[in-house]
């Protein structure tokens, strides 16, 4: 089926936030709404300014993708154009949960933050910077530096690890760390394509590469958790899945509300077997999917780590196997086994991702909930179905246990 196309309408303010106009919606060449880059190029071809995109203010659509979507955007001083409507817009009004980058001259200050970053390294941009994505997760921007790119990804607080986990991770198969600051990561270029379009080989070793990154880890739990990274272990997990589903039961089917409620009164139950299975807990990347993936032939390289926490490494397996076509689930998923059996001999990990599925569902319900616990109101639309869209998906698995 195909998506809604988007048109983008622009709320124009000054570097200080002084409001200079709206401009007339725009055809955008993309339907995401965090996707920015064909948003800052639409408004150049159409009405020949440059602007830098801040934060959603409202969408047409209950929620993404498609159709009219309204930003604030940054402008270059007094602008004059016949298209710009001096008309007001409205309140502009402030939120305490409103990331830095979401706020007039915050860019600005990313943007020189990373300049700074780059000459520390003898490095320097040879080009404007260009906006990739922003939304209440991420800001995003590729900076030309000669021949190559770096790239400055910002994030929300919630999200800070990212930095310190890859430095940490230094010298595997992850993008390398130019400079970081809390939620400011500058990172060098990766080569090669993004691979969404993994060959059965690569998809193997993918999988080997994951484990490979994890093993090391087992030992150096705490390590993990001092850097940030969330705790999806038996106990905190048991909690956050109650707690999701007592916060979201209003948006639910009472029958996936009786389903949920058996699935969680046995959640301790369901730890102990999958303990028994013989896999400790260790890193989870969190984003697992060949798309985070970027490289040719047989180097590899794991992008975007923002997700990482702390529990059953084969939280990962479900995300990765739902963009898998069917031909090769099998023989990846047999793969994906191996490796942890000749890790701990005796181990089940087959048995482990069967009882982890409704869990892994679960826990992508909850993490939505902490990411609207923790967003303006304005950015509700990204996640607004999302804990909901998760614990039916969980009740599904729950039934499809029992068959």
């Known amino acids: 089926m195909p998506l809604t196309p988007r048109t983008a309408r622009l709320v124009l303010v000054s570097a200080t936030g002084t409001y200079i106009g709206k401009l007339p919606p725009v055809a ?13 190029g639409a408004a150049r071809e159409a009405y020949g300014i440059d602007v830098v995109v801040l934060r959603l203010l409202a969408g047409e659509r209950r929620q993404p993708p498609g159709g009219e979507v309204t930003y604030l955007a940054q402008a270059a001083g007094g602008l004059e154009s016949k298209w710009l409507s001096r008309e007001p817009w409205g309140e502009l009004e402030e939120q305490p ?26 490095m320097r941009m ?54 970081h600051d809390g939620g400011r990561c500058l990172l060098a270029e990766v080569p090669g394509t993004d691979l969404y379009d993994a060959t059965p080989t690569q998809l193997i070793d993918m999988v080997t590469l994951l484990v490979r990154l994890q093993l090391p880890w087992i030992e150096r739990l705490e390590s993990l958790l001092a850097l940030g990274l969330p705790d999806w272990r038996a106990a905190v997990l048991t909690h956050d899945i109650a707690e999701v589903l007592r916060r979201t039961t209003p948006e639910l089917a009472n029958d996936d509300v009786r389903v949920l409620a058996g699935f969680v009164a046995e959640l301790q139950e369901r730890f102990r077997a999958i303990a028994n299975c013989g896999i400790p807990d260790t890193l989870v990347h969190g984003d697992f999917h060949p798309g985070n993936f970027r490289g040719e032939g047989k180097t590899l390289t794991l992008l975007d780590w ?32 191996q490796q942890w059996r000749t890790a701990f001999p005796g181990s089940d990990p087959n048995r482990a991702a069967e009882l982890l599925a409704p ?45």
């Open 126 to 179: 040879t080009a404007p910077p260009e906006q990739i994505r922003t939304w209440n997760l991420s800001s995003v921007w590729r900076l030309p530096v000669g021949n190559q790119f770096a790239w400055l990804k910002v994030v929300p607080p919630f999200m800070v690890r990212e930095g310190r986990l890859l430095t940490e991770l230094a010298g595997t198969p992850v993008p390398k760390v130019l400079g």
């Open 359 to 403: 869990i892994g569902a679960a826990r992508r319900a909850a993490i939505y909930r902490r990411f609207l616990d923790h967003i303006e109101p304005a950015e509700y639309p990204y996640h607004r179905t999302d804990p909901a869209d998760w614990l039916q998906q969980t009740a599904a698995i729950l039934r499809a246990e029992s068959r």
């Open 306 to 337: 923002g997700d990482s926490g702390v529990g059953h490494p084969l939280l990962d397996q479900s995300a990765f196997l739902e963009r898998v076509s069917e031909p090769h689930t099998d023989a990846v998923r047999a793969h994906w086994g």
């Open 28 to 40: 955008v060449a993309t339907p995401w709404w965090q996707d920015i880059a064909p948003v800052v």
């Open 97 to 122: 949960l409103r990331q830095p980058y979401a706020r007039p001259g915050g860019p600005d200050a990313d943007i020189a933050w990373a300049r700074t970053a780059l000459e520390r390294r003898g």
